[in-house]
């Protein structure tokens, strides 16, 4: 059963400080997605990461694939309120001809003033 | 520019009574998706759909069914709304390789009483 694990689930930061998410997941996709979500809004998407070793970036966010550990993170470089969100990690895969899309559980991010 | 958008972000709905969701995406896209998403157990995929005429169950189609007479509309239907069906409904899209991110609609909270 394809399963998709994030830590932590919840997390306060200072501004200005590093922070990383985790994503592991349970099957061998080599797909990782990763999502926000305001509060009260629906998800937009952040990354797509195709390929073992895939590391995309924008402004304070980097998200990477290590597809052999099955892991993927979000590192956050010098946290800014604006980043308080969910971010949801997802994977897609085939098993046992069914396609899947499974997403993670969710972080919450505060980053205090 | 990417739109899904959903019939209602807010319904209150009666025991019993039957609920109809819809959701329109203008992407021209084959995939579409329903989501349901409750605290602590993130998003969760109820039926999905990769053609007109064509559905899949997803993890908990329980208690839910789906329409798909148009490529952009898709519609989820409650037979006999419970309470324990009170949540944010989220529509999906996507291209139809497995490779796409989805887009999202802006979601409709549901609540039953």
């Known amino acids: 059963e394809l399963k998709v694990e994030q830590n932590p689930l919840f997390l306060s930061m200072q501004e200005g400080k590093n922070y990383t998410i985790y994503c592991n997941y349970s099957?061998?996709?080599?797909?990782l997605y990763w999502y926000r979500q305001d509060p009260g809004k629906s998800l937009e998407s952040l990354f797509v990461?195709?390929?073992?070793?895939a590391v995309k970036q924008e402004g304070r966010l980097m998200a990477s694939l290590d597809t052999k550990a099955r892991l993927s993170t979000l590192h956050i470089t010098a946290a800014v309120h604006d980043l308080s969100a969910t971010y949801f990690c997802?994977?897609?895969?085939?098993?046992?001809?069914?396609?899947?899309?499974?997403f993670g559980t969710g972080t919450r991010l505060k980053v205090l003033a | 520019d990417v739109k899904v958008t959903q019939s209602s972000r807010y319904l209150v709905k009666r025991t019993g009574e039957k609920v109809f969701l819809e959701c329109v995406q203008d992407?021209?896209?084959?995939?579409m998706f329903w989501y349901r998403q409750d605290p602590g157990l993130g998003l969760r995929l109820i039926y999905f759909?990769?053609?007109?005429?064509?559905?899949e169950k997803g993890d908990i189609p329980e208690g839910y069914s789906v329409s798909r007479e148009k490529k952009e509309r898709f519609s989820l239907i409650l037979e006999s709304a419970s309470t324990n069906q009170t949540s944010m409904y989220l529509c999906?899209?996507?291209?139809?390789?497995?490779?796409?991110?989805?887009?999202f609609g802006p979601g409709t909270r549901l609540l039953v009483l």
């Open positions: 099957t061998t996709s080599d797909r």
């Open positions: 999906a899209s996507s291209p139809p390789l497995q490779w796409k991110t989805q887009y």
């Open positions: 992407m021209d896209h084959e995939n």
């Open positions: 997802a994977v897609d895969s085939l098993e046992s001809g069914t396609y899947k899309y499974i």
């Open positions: 759909s990769y053609d007109v005429k064509m559905k």
């Open positions: 990461l195709l390929s073992n070793g």
